[in-house]
């Protein structure tokens, strides 16, 4: 187990390490200069040499980065070309709309998603399996932005007790967390019922039902333990997904998270502030994917791991 997670630690690092080369030298290199843009279209040559030279943009591009990853690592991130503010400062702002909004989201996904799972495939078959799974599809094949409009319109609009923008009351999470985290509940409900079934006929199920076991027992304790894998796998795939499809819900419902951020300053170039979200994105996303490697072993002790023989 110590081998396997030092392993997936150090993978972990060189992911990091490729996508801050990859976002840093795709940044500086493609066309348009953001102190033009900060000066305006009739300012002097020499000023914008002046500022380039005052924000470090003359050094060459690889003493550039290594400055900026050694900033990054301490938690200097730099600072804003527009705003004059720490890129931290800023990020720490947003991120917490996003993360608020994501776990509010991922919450009703995972009971519904579980829920309506296990309900699918303890009626296989029936009209109850067939209602759950075709809404399951009906909130897959919907994207979440327009689950959103429509949400606004047919119940926010109605419904004035509850904010259409914002989060500044409880209440105004209803419909951004409906429409965000229906489109996962979905997901997550398919692959329950999916593994569920897979193990419903297993002989140990047989054996527990044959010992008299309560069926809550049975299905909670032996049927969906030894069907978490698979769950497991898509739970902590869309929880990083979630935060990118969080980004056009924050648009819709004028949320100032981590995408209105980015897509402001992606489009004035303020280079600073993108690769510092980008990167704490990218670290937040293989977090995600290193835990789902570890519980696997936590749930079913008969995967072995490397340097565990």
């Not at 150090?10 to 493609?30: E, R, Y």
Request: hydrophobic share 50%; aromatic share 8%.
């Amino acid at each position: 187990m110590k081998q396997y997670l030092i392993k997936r630690v150090l993978l972990a690092a060189g992911i990091l390490f490729a996508i801050s080369i990859i976002t840093f030298f795709v940044l500086n290199i493609i066309p348009g200069d953001p102190v033009a843009l900060m000066l305006g279209d009739n300012a002097d040559p020499q000023a914008i040499e002046t500022v380039r030279h005052n924000l470090g943009m003359d050094k060459p591009l690889v003493q550039q980065y290594l400055e900026w990853i050694t900033g990054f690592m301490t938690g200097n991130m730099g600072e804003s070309y527009f705003q004059h503010k720490p890129v931290s400062s800023m990020l720490v702002t947003s991120f917490g709309y996003t993360a608020r909004l994501a776990a509010v989201s991922y919450a009703v996904a995972l009971a519904l998603g579980l829920s309506i799972g296990i309900i699918a495939a303890l009626n296989r078959g029936n009209a109850i399996d067939h209602t759950l799974m075709t809404l399951a599809v009906a909130g897959i094949s919907a994207p979440s932005f327009w689950v959103a409009i429509v949400l606004q319109i047919f119940i926010g609009l109605r419904f004035k007790a509850i904010p259409i923008s914002g989060l500044g009351k409880p209440a105004a999470y209803l419909l951004p967390c409906l429409s965000l985290g229906m489109r996962y509940a979905a997901s997550i409900a398919r692959i329950t019922r999916t593994s569920m079934l897979e193990v419903m006929n297993q002989d140990f199920i047989r054996t527990a039902r044959a010992k008299g076991l309560s069926r809550r027992r049975t299905v909670m304790v032996h049927m969906f333990r030894n069907a978490l894998i698979p769950i497991i796998t898509v739970v902590g795939t869309d929880l990083t997904t979630l935060f990118a499809g969080s980004m056009l819900t924050e648009s819709v419902f004028n949320i100032p998270g981590m995408g209105a951020l980015l897509v402001d300053n992606i489009t004035k170039r303020d280079i600073p502030v993108v690769q510092g979200g980008v990167m704490v994105v990218a670290m937040l996303c293989v977090l995600i994917y290193l835990a789902v490697d570890l519980l696997y072993a936590a749930v079913d002790p008969n995967i072995r791991l490397g340097g565990d023989r």
